[in-house]
């Protein structure tokens, strides 16, 4: 079974330029989470969908981020423009409402993402 | 509200050692709690969870954690060590019924020959 695929697995930009990180849940899973994982912050919450609607975007950082979800099997982060302080690892992560409720959630490998 | 707090950063053992991670919570209903286990350049899995079942959940690889309500705790353990042990370890709590998950800090485990 194919997991959660995240795309690019590296992405190295220099500071002002666009950055999109793309992610594909597991067929199914109905739940969509997207964080972001540093030395200093450990892994915070960005934002997560349930049936392609962003529920909860609170943990996204500024208006230089915006994530959507067109369909059921595709997601984009976007951030425009990119900073320095924006280098990180991020995740992707699915879910399905059966299992949600006891937290499991099935995670990419990640995109690391270095800004100059 | 919810939190969760790993104490220690880094645990080094010796392979064949006990392993001791620890975490607490807090949460003002019953928590659900997880560990999650992260290895080198990939994402975190699953390890072990307790959704109010039996306070002592097992996991895989050997892993268990004993749910202490009376302590608000949720400490990871492991009676031998081994090299392919060595990944960072997070805690993470929500709330019973749906909520989503909020992780701790993580706690890098170490094995030494």
């Known amino acids: 079974d194919a997991g959660v695929i995240q795309s690019p697995r590296h992405e190295v930009t220099e500071m002002g330029q666009e950055v999109t990180l793309r992610c594909k849940p597991i067929?199914?899973?109905?739940?969509l989470f997207w964080y972001r994982q540093t030395m200093m912050r450990g892994l915070e919450l960005l934002i997560y969908?349930?049936?392609?609607?962003?529920?909860?975007d609170s943990g996204m950082p500024e208006d230089r981020f915006s994530a959507k979800m067109p369909n059921a099997s595709f997601s984009t982060l976007k951030i425009q423009p990119s900073e320095p302080r924006d280098s990180a690892v991020y995740f992707c992560?699915?879910?399905?409402?059966?299992?949600?409720?006891?937290?499991?959630?099935?995670f990419g490998e990640g995109s690391r993402l270095t800004v100059l | 509200a919810q939190s969760v707090t790993q104490l220690g950063s880094h645990v080094s053992v010796s392979e064949g050692a006990l392993v001791l991670l620890r975490c607490n919570y807090s949460?003002?209903?019953?928590?659900?709690l997880f560990w999650y286990v992260q290895y080198p350049n990939q994402g975190l899995q699953l390890l072990l969870k307790?959704?109010?079942?039996?306070?002592l959940v097992k996991g895989i690889n050997g892993f268990e954690a004993e749910f202490k309500k009376s302590e608000t705790s949720f400490h990871l353990t492991k009676p031998s060590a081994h090299m392919s042990d060595a990944a960072e370890y997070f805690c993470?709590?929500?709330?019973?019924?749906?909520?989503?998950?909020?992780f701790g800090k993580g706690t890098m485990l170490l094995v030494s020959p």
């Open positions: 969908f349930n049936n392609n609607v962003p529920i909860d």
């Open positions: 307790y959704t109010s079942a039996a306070t």
């Open positions: 949460s003002s209903v019953p928590p659900y």
């Open positions: 067929s199914g899973h109905d739940y």
């Open positions: 992560a699915s879910s399905s409402t059966g299992v949600l409720n006891t937290g499991e959630l099935f």
């Open positions: 993470a709590v929500s709330s019973s019924g749906y909520s989503t998950l909020t």
